[in-house]
């Protein structure tokens, strides 16, 4: 929690934050993208990078700055009902990082969204036929009310606390006390996330087109053909 004097001060280093806006990015991608043979291939890119991203926040979480590890916010359920208790009095507990309610709300994201991308690439390589694409797109779509869960939490978070939750996550920045900033945005880490991505999208398209029975999408496909005749 904040105390004393604030000002604006650095919370979330560059890596973290490219990290939140392509995975938001990826899922919006793949979400779109889902129900379209014709677009099969740009569903699989955004599913993987989706599950590459999770994995470098995992690492992320333990070798990254103070407010982006994982031992940061990790809450108890009465940290946070204590928490939501507070919002309902005239002074709403402040947290510099992520608070206990986000907090919950941020490792649902990422459990989600990476059991989302496992069990699309377990139907791909047909470990389970017509049910396991149907989990999928289950979890699809509990992946997106949650994520519009977080949005109402951001936009109520922005509006008790005074401050634009949005924006600190674009900047980095958050009213804090002095003593709060972290020390390095680190840029050469944020350089080599993206120059991972982009290799990947580079790299990946010619497996995708590839006969490689590893790399098949038969299952895949004829899930979602059989999905579409019963339609």
Avoid at 78 to 90: E, G
Avoid at 117 to 128: M, R, S
Avoid at 144 to 162: D, M, Q, T
């Amino acid at each position: 929690m904040t105390e004393g004097p604030v000002k604006k001060a650095l919370v979330w280093d560059l890596p973290t934050r490219l990290f939140h806006w392509l995975l938001a990015a990826s899922f919006a991608g793949a979400y779109l993208t889902a129900e379209s043979e014709r677009m099969r291939d740009w569903h699989l890119m955004f599913g993987y990078t989706m599950l590459g991203l999770i994995a470098f926040r995992l690492a992320w979480g333990v070798l990254g700055t103070r407010y982006a590890r994982f031992r940061s916010w990790t809450f108890g359920p009465r940290a946070v009902v204590d928490y939501l208790k507070s919002l309902m009095t005239r002074a709403p507990r402040h947290y510099v990082g992520h608070n206990p309610a986000g907090s919950w709300a941020i490792y649902a994201l990422l459990g989600l969204s990476a059991a989302t991308g496992l069990v699309g690439w377990a139907a791909l390589a047909d470990l389970g036929g017509e049910r396991l694409s149907e989990l999928h797109g289950g979890l699809g779509n509990a992946l997106l009310a949650l994520i519009f869960v977080h949005l109402f939490g951001v936009i109520a978070s922005s509006f008790i606390h005074r401050e634009n939750l949005v924006r600190g996550m674009l900047d980095g920045r958050k009213d804090a006390p002095p003593d709060s900033s972290i020390r390095h945005s680190h840029r050469a880490v944020a350089v080599l996330l993206v120059a991972a991505v982009a290799a990947a999208w580079a790299v990946l398209p010619q497996y995708l087109a590839a006969p490689d029975p590893g790399w098949s999408s038969a299952g895949y496909q004829d899930a979602h053909a059989e999905r579409h005749e019963d339609d």
